[in-house]
């Protein structure tokens, strides 16, 4: 084709060398942040990325950010060669976008561009992409779907049905998690689309879920921030500096060698009563969780960090944290303990009764889900005064292989 | 070009829709329409195979117009005739091969609302065309005050076959216009809004696929020595949702839509937005790199 030779649109004359040099000026932007060399928005960025390849996954013991979207896929290819590959272009994508960039270049006028570009311009907002298979992968109604039912591990089992449990399983399940976390909701929403559209063909989405407040500390340096119910969330939860709880409660050490310095996700959209709490007194609401709601001291303490002390009692001789509490409940058993992750959520309204429909989207991670957060759930379901007020509405497991080494890509131990 | 062509087409849009509503005087609308039509289709120099793709689907194009009016005459004499029953037979088999070629009917100015305008797209008084008639015949069960409509209908097929005689195709319109086929699916017929009275939406799903399957094979020698990965994975994804479809089809046309539950759209649904990512890459051959 001749770049000289005129070609007339709309009467004026445009050569193809004037169209190509003006998408290209459109352009210019992602061109430079997929060509390599730096962009404006890579040198203003500073800390604020946090590194995608690692020992470890990260989003999981890097400090928790504001925002989250949260997306469980299922998978349409029937080979797991067509997974590695998706799992490859997925790894690739995520590792740049968590280092600021956009996920490719491009600047051809006859093609969509290959970045969405929403996210141009903004900062990485400490972006990290979490992925996780789900149990389905490896068993689907009985059927080994893609030869990989043998090296399932023993940790990975569904989780069963728990007291309580009012679970839609639309907003369950799912054969592949991606969790991305930034303190930008729109870098967040960038990097679940762009993987969606990459992953086009491959795999659809199931559910996913967008959080837009963390109720978790899971760094010293943080704040304990409140959850939706006005209490202090996440005060005694395992913090990512304390190494040793870390490899006892968190990275997986034993089943599969694939999933070594992994760990499992569990995900629950747990609806809150919203209405129904917010019209109980503060005394009832108090003694439901078990601690003061203004200072976050457990009851009868005046720091949120004072120890909390389940054999005091009142004047009236009955314990001062009721035996039905949540905290009293959630840590009766040490050997439970769990990482948690979550966020706050509302999807708007419930249309069906009018209320807003919003809670905790619960994510937590552990060594083995089947003895940490299923015994704990099951006592909590059948006991805590807190499910008066709350239901668990969507539920998933995930197997968090272990961190990408540089040009691998996220599952390559269990896929390559 | 291509996107400062598309940039005018749907501006040009907009502007069709606003000044088709305030008047619809012959010799006005005309003249609109001719400015429109320049607008619309634009010069992409092609290789002499670009432009023999382009040729090719000039002639499907033609073919399928042609068609248009054919099976519209059946329709429109049923609809006059009074008889329901065959004027409800021909209905979705006469839309076929306008939702074949749809992108290029959209080009003719208002010539796509007249034909084609779904309730509320357009006031009520300016409200014509197939799916005029589709509300009287399934909703009131009668063809009674439709004649006009029909007459109206037959002559505006006509004059859509007119001017694609007319007009010289280029290779961007096959290219783009296998993925415009796959939006129309997309935006509106995937959710049952289409033919929401005659629930015959899978015919013009698989018609807007056929046509977009059309469109690509004459381009795709072009895309084969550019890139053999992508025309086969274009290939699978055709494959993939004609599979899906399978299911559906009764004898030479295709079941209710209303036979398919929400999960079964939503698959439908996902097979056209697989397809159509890796089909909106093929626009690189026209910048030859």
């Not at chain 1, 960038?190 to 500390?217: D, E």
């Not at chain 1, 015994?375 to 805590?384: A, E, I, M, S, T």
């Not at chain 2, 329709?75 to 008889?83: C, E, L, N, Y």
């Not at chain 2, 009674?144 to 007009?167: F, H, I, P, T, W």
Request: glycine share 10%.
């Amino acid at each position: 084709m001749s770049e000289d030779k005129e070609t007339s649109l709309l009467g004026r004359k445009f050569s193809r060398r004037t169209a190509l040099t003006l998408a290209g000026t459109f352009g210019a932007g992602m061109a430079l942040g997929g060509g390599g060399a730096l962009s404006a928005r890579e040198l203003a960025e500073g800390d604020q990325t946090v590194e995608f390849y690692g020992e470890h996954q990260a989003g999981i013991a890097t400090p928790q950010q504001d925002r989250l979207h949260f997306a469980a896929f299922d998978l349409t290819v029937s080979k797991a060669e067509e997974i590695r590959d998706l799992m490859r272009a997925w790894s690739d994508a995520a590792a740049r976008m968590c280092a600021g960039k956009s996920v490719g270049g491009g600047n051809d006028a006859f093609v969509p561009p290959e970045d969405t570009g929403e996210a141009q311009d903004l900062t990485a907002g400490r972006l990290t992409v979490t992925f996780g298979f789900g149990p389905t992968l490896f068993e689907k109604d009985g059927k080994d779907r893609f030869g990989l039912a043998s090296r399932k591990p023993e940790a990975l089992q569904e989780i069963p049905d728990l007291p309580g449990d009012n679970l839609d399983p639309e907003l369950s399940g799912g054969d592949v998690c991606v969790q991305a976390c930034a303190d930008d909701p729109q870098v967040a929403f960038h990097a679940v689309r762009n993987l969606a559209r990459i992953g086009r063909g491959a795999a659809v989405i199931r559910w996913s879920q967008l959080g837009f407040g963390r109720t978790s500390s899971t760094s010293s340096a943080q704040k304990t921030p409140r959850n939706l119910m006005g209490f202090k969330d996440g005060t005694n939860n395992i913090r990512a500096e304390d190494e040793d709880l870390m490899d006892n409660y968190v990275w997986v050490r034993e089943g599969p060698a694939w999933m070594q310095s992994g760990t499992y996700l569990v995900a629950r959209r747990i609806r809150m009563l919203i209405e129904i709490w917010d019209r109980s007194p503060l005394l009832e609401q108090e003694q439901t969780i078990g601690r003061h709601r203004a200072s976050g001291a457990p009851l009868g303490k005046e720091d949120e960090y004072d120890k909390v002390d389940l054999e005091a009692k009142g004047p009236d001789g009955l314990p001062l944290i009721p035996m039905d509490s949540h905290i009293r409940l959630a840590r009766k058993d040490q050997r439970e303990r769990i990482l948690r992750r979550g966020y706050s959520f509302t999807d708007g309204m419930d249309s069906k009764t009018g209320q807003l429909d919003a809670g905790l989207f619960f994510i937590s991670f552990q060594r083995d889900p089947h003895r940490q957060f299923v015994p704990l759930q099951r006592r909590l379901g059948q006991n805590d005064r807190l499910t008066e007020y709350i239901q668990h509405t969507g539920s998933a497991v995930f197997a968090c292989p272990p961190g990408v080494r540089r040009g691998g890509f996220a599952g390559e131990s269990l896929l390559a | 070009m291509a996107v400062l062509g598309l940039l005018v087409l749907l501006t040009a849009g907009c502007n069709v829709d606003r000044e088709w509503v305030a008047s619809r005087d012959p010799s006005e609308a005309e003249a609109q329409e001719e400015m429109q039509e320049q607008a619309a289709f634009f010069d992409i120099e092609g290789s002499p195979e670009l432009d023999a793709a382009a040729r090719k689907y000039q002639d499907y194009v033609d073919g399928q117009s042609e068609l248009l009016v054919d099976r519209t005459e059946g329709f429109v004499a049923a609809v006059k005739t009074g008889d329901v029953e065959e004027a409800k037979e021909l209905y979705a088999p006469s839309r076929v091969p306008w939702e074949r070629i749809e992108p290029i009917a959209e080009k003719f100015g208002t010539l796509d609302p007249e034909v084609d305008a779904r309730e509320g797209d357009v006031p009520d008084r300016q409200w014509t065309g197939f799916h005029r008639i589709e509300q009287a015949l399934w909703v009131e069960d009668t063809t009674e005050g439709q004649a006009e409509y029909a007459s109206e209908l037959m002559s505006d097929v006509r004059r859509l076959e007119r001017k694609v005689d007319n007009v010289r195709l280029q290779a961007s319109d096959p290219v783009f216009g296998a993925v415009e086929l796959l939006n129309e699916v997309s935006a509106t017929k995937i959710t049952g809004e289409e033919e929401r009275y005659s629930h015959t939406d899978l015919y013009d799903i698989a018609a807007n696929v056929e046509g977009a399957e059309v469109a690509f094979e004459f381009v795709k020698p072009v895309v084969e020595r550019q890139n053999t990965e992508l025309v086969a994975e274009i290939e699978t994804r055709f494959a993939d949702l004609e599979r899906e479809m399978e299911p559906y089809r009764r004898g030479d046309g295709w079941v209710s839509y209303e036979k398919l539950d929400e999960s079964e759209r939503r698959v439908l649904s996902q097979k056209v937005d697989a397809l159509a990512e890796p089909l909106s890459r093929v626009g690189r051959v026209l910048s030859g790199s």
